[in-house]
């Protein structure tokens, strides 16, 4: 956080400034393609149609793998920041999937011609490169975070972990293809005093299905009782939400079937944050893994996403 003062005009007292850490952080995000991806959605000039926090620069230093971000600092207006260890009702929850669903519809079917500044904006892939870091990560992760696993999800091995979040991430480019926020867990979320819902880091931005940003949502934001009493219902809350043309809207069933395959993508990426302390507490790491994990068995996630081809 960085105050300021005025010579002449108004601003704001204090802003937010975000680069990429050291350089083992940087080359991680350079490796997997996450990289510059805030700094350029930030000078984009693009109006983001949800709550998050104001923008107010981005630089993109390729030469030494780094950006900045100038942000307002949230402080000010008093919110409330969220994660696994806060429990959320089931109302904050539908609000955070109406504010997905907004964001979603507005850009639906989305491409770089159609919004020329977001021309950057690609689709997840499972490249070699980042299948072998995740195979590394998530094996350090099952050994930190063993305990939160059930056990045939532990007996896949980082291995299967990551044949699973390969398998999913080919069909996140199955379409209708829109905006995806890409990272949102409940981590990168708040709340208003006037209760509204808001997403922050915007850092792993994609152009994809729907349905990635639902599931990683929705499951990393509940525990394993309430998802399973409500999950069904947030499902389509969501689909009724979307504001799209009829012919693009998915049915019930289809929508839970997209639902369904999600947690491939929410075990890996959490056991290879539970990798190492520096990224996450272990209470938030070993309950968001235990989240995702039980969903992946619960939903017969493999079964869906071998259905989705």
């Known amino acids: 956080m960085i105050g300021l003062e005025y010579a002449e005009g108004k601003g704001p007292a204090a802003v937010f400034a975000k680069t990429q850490g050291d350089i083992w952080h940087r080359l991680l995000h350079f490796m997997t393609g996450n990289l510059y991806r805030e700094a350029l959605l930030y000078s984009s000039g693009v109006t983001i149609p949800v709550e998050h926090p104001a923008e107010y620069f981005g630089q993109v230093d390729r030469l030494r793998l780094n950006e900045l971000v100038i942000m307002e600092d949230l402080s000010a207006r008093g919110v409330t920041l969220h994660d696994a260890t806060r429990r959320l009702s089931i109302?904050?929850?539908?609000?955070?999937?109406?504010?997905?669903?907004?964001?979603?519809?507005?850009?639906?079917?989305?491409?770089?011609?159609?919004?020329?500044?977001?021309?950057?904006?690609?689709?997840?892939?499972?490249?070699?490169?980042?299948?072998?870091?995740?195979?590394?990560?998530?094996?350090?992760?099952?050994?930190?975070?063993?305990?939160?696993?059930?056990?045939?999800?532990?007996?896949?091995?980082?291995?299967?972990?990551?044949?699973?979040?390969?398998?999913?991430?080919?069909?996140?480019?199955?379409?209708?293809?829109?905006?995806?926020?890409?990272?949102?867990?409940?981590?990168?979320?708040?709340?208003?005093?006037?209760?509204?819902?808001?997403?922050?880091?915007?850092?792993?931005?994609?152009?994809?299905?729907?349905?990635?940003?639902?599931?990683?949502?929705?499951?990393?934001?509940?525990?394993?009782?309430?998802?399973?009493?409500?999950?069904?219902?947030?499902?389509?809350?969501?689909?009724?939400?979307l504001d799209v043309p009829q012919a693009d809207l998915p049915t019930g069933d289809h929508a839970w079937l997209r639902y369904r395959s999600t947690p491939a993508y929410g075990l890996a990426a959490w056991l290879g944050t539970a990798s190492s302390a520096d990224y996450q507490s272990h209470p938030i790491c070993s309950t968001t893994v235990n989240r995702f994990a039980t969903a992946f068995m619960d939903l017969d996630t493999p079964s869906a996403i071998a259905s989705l081809g």
Not at 136 to 144: L, V
Not at 161 to 176: F, L, M, N, R
Not at 227 to 237: G, I, K, M, Y
């Open 91 to 241: 109302e904050e929850i539908a609000d955070g999937l109406r504010g997905l669903a907004l964001l979603h519809s507005a850009f639906w079917r989305f491409t770089g011609e159609s919004h020329p500044s977001l021309d950057w904006v690609d689709t997840w892939r499972a490249t070699r490169r980042f299948r072998m870091i995740l195979r590394g990560t998530c094996g350090k992760g099952i050994a930190n975070v063993r305990a939160s696993l059930p056990d045939p999800v532990a007996e896949l091995g980082a291995a299967g972990v990551e044949h699973a979040w390969t398998a999913y991430i080919k069909t996140v480019s199955q379409g209708p293809l829109t905006l995806l926020h890409g990272d949102a867990h409940v981590g990168n979320t708040y709340a208003l005093p006037s209760g509204e819902f808001g997403f922050l880091d915007w850092a792993c931005v994609r152009r994809g299905n729907w349905a990635f940003d639902l599931g990683y949502f929705l499951v990393s934001s509940l525990d394993v009782a309430t998802r399973r009493a409500h999950e069904r219902e947030l499902v389509e809350l969501y689909r009724q939400a």
